[in-house]
């Protein structure tokens, strides 16, 4: 597979709250985590019970978490990203597209993850992303080993 990224992304367990965008009825807002991030985009992962009902597997939390699993493993879908990284609770708005997806399902769960491409995010938005990822990796390359 050929690698596409720019820039090396870091794991990171962040908090963000995702809204579906270019639909004519969204389920409502989701609050996931992510997988990883870069400056340029992230990867989301959405944990999804599931249970058999009469011999068949489905998704538990209703026709909202169906629809979000549809939706997202569309291409080039459109999402509004609430990414909660700022103290007493705020949140750095951005907007992105779905550039990957792919679901598994283990242990009961149904798995989707996806690759989002930061498509948009105001100035003062961007500038704290960038803040936020410096103090990320200053803090990663201290605990790297040192050679010598």
């Known amino acids: 597979m050929l690698e596409r990224r720019e820039n090396k992304r870091m794991v990171a367990a962040i908090p963000l709250t995702i809204r579906l965008l270019g639909s004519s009825f969204p389920p409502p807002p989701l609050t996931v985590e992510t997988d990883n991030i870069s400056p340029q985009g992230l990867s989301i992962v959405i944990k999804i019970k599931t249970r058999l009902h ?6 538990e939390g209703g026709e909202n978490a169906q629809k979000l699993v549809k939706y ?19 949140s750095i708005h951005a907007r992105g597209k779905v550039r990957w997806c792919y679901r ?8 989707v993850k996806a690759g989002v491409l930061i498509e ?10 960038s803040e936020f990822l410096r103090t990320i990796y200053q803090f990663l390359s201290y605990l790297e080993p040192q050679n010598g």
């Open 54 to 59: 009469n011999g068949r597997l489905s998704i």
């Open 72 to 90: 997202l493993l569309l291409d080039n879908k459109q999402l509004d990203l609430g990414i909660n990284i700022l103290p007493q609770g705020g």
């Open 104 to 111: 598994n399902v283990q242990k009961g769960c149904y798995y």
């Open 120 to 129: 948009q995010m105001e100035g003062k938005h961007k500038e704290e992303w």
